[in-house]
């Protein structure tokens, strides 16, 4: 299996940006699609974006396309989040994912998590 590492999370004004990085180990990293989920207080969670093992195909939520871009480096076993734009709304913990399934980002599931990062946009 692989594990997942967030990191990049915190408090930006709105309108500002932030990176997420997420490391991953164990299994090969190029093995697994991956994938951002969030949740924010009192919702449920909800998919974010996601990258196939290649990189060459993503796929995002409405609520963040065009504002957030998903990427990768297999030689680094890293996938980040770049978010730009940021509204209050986008306040939530972060969540980091891997899977074998990609049509799995589409059910709103995956198979491995880390813990999160918490991003929080202040109005």
């Known amino acids: 299996q692989v594990q997942v590492v967030e990191s990049g999370g915190g408090l930006v004004q709105a309108g500002g940006s932030l990176r997420l990085s997420c490391a991953a180990s164990?299994?090969?990293?190029?093995?697994?699609?991956m994938g951002w989920f969030r949740q924010a207080p009192g919702k449920e969670r909800e998919f974010v974006a996601a990258v196939t093992w290649t990189g060459g195909s993503t796929r995002y939520a409405d609520s963040v396309k065009g504002r957030f871009t998903i990427s990768r480096s297999n030689a680094k076993n890293t996938v980040y989040l770049q978010m730009n734009s940021l509204k209050p709304e986008d306040t939530a913990v972060y969540y980091c994912?891997?899977?074998?399934?990609?049509?799995?980002?589409?059910?709103?599931?995956?198979?491995?998590w880390g813990q999160g990062t918490q991003v929080t946009v202040s109005s």
């Open positions: 164990g299994r090969t990293f190029s093995d697994y699609h």
């Open positions: 994912t891997a899977t074998n399934v990609y049509s799995d980002y589409g059910k709103g599931r995956s198979d491995y």
